[in-house]
């Protein structure tokens, strides 16, 4: 199984997807999908630019090893069951991400709006995870860690769940402020993630 190109055919794909679903967006809706470039929270600022780096530093990585004899310090010994491990978690990863995606509609950014006109979203895949999108994210960026079998991909992976951790404690705050009772209630009924 040619993992390589597995990687590099998911970093394109997750790529193309999120860059055309942003366009798409904004020339349908004429909202900048990318919130936290506007916001007035520093702090969201910096833990979006953070995740970004992370995802160029995973695609570094990704890029690198399609092109050499591999990369890092790995993990385990070469395992084909591991390779379809890890292209199931990428797939998984990204069908998700696109469901909970479609699912939010317009409501959907990356970072809080602070001056749009969002919804509380609480249906299909929101009835089981306040943050789908997230999770799926983890689980796609493990899936890559499987696949790279390298230390510096594990530590990356590290970096995307601590950053998605605060990212996700200014989100509850923004939607705590926002929605008030109906999204304290949703988050006593519906887990952070799973």
Do not use: C
């Not at 790995?74 to 909970?100: Q, T, Y």
């Not at 960026?141 to 601590?162: E, F, M, R």
């Amino acid at each position: 199984m040619n993992t390589k190109l597995i990687l590099l055919y998911a970093l394109i794909i997750f790529t193309g997807y999120l860059i055309g679903k942003s366009i798409y967006f904004y020339k349908k809706n004429k909202v900048n999908p990318a919130a936290f470039l506007t916001a007035g929270n520093t702090k969201e600022r910096i833990l979006w630019s953070g995740l970004l780096i992370i995802f160029f530093l995973f695609a570094t990585l990704m890029i690198v090893n399609a092109f050499s004899a591999g990369i890092g310090f790995p993990i385990v010994k070469e395992n084909g069951i591991m390779d379809i491990a890890g292209i199931f978690l990428v797939i998984i990863g990204i069908l998700v991400m696109g469901l909970a995606q479609y699912q939010m509609g317009t409501d959907w950014r990356m970072g809080n709006d602070e001056q749009g006109n969002i919804h509380l979203v609480h249906k299909g895949i929101f009835k089981r995870s306040r943050n789908p999108i997230y999770m799926s994210i983890v689980v796609l960026s493990l899936g890559i860690v499987v696949l790279l079998n390298s230390i510096p991909a594990g530590i990356l992976w590290l970096g995307v769940i601590i950053l998605f951790n605060e990212i996700i404690k200014t989100e509850e705050k923004f939607l705590t402020k926002k929605f008030g009772q109906a999204y304290i209630k949703y988050k006593q009924q519906v887990r952070r993630f799973i």
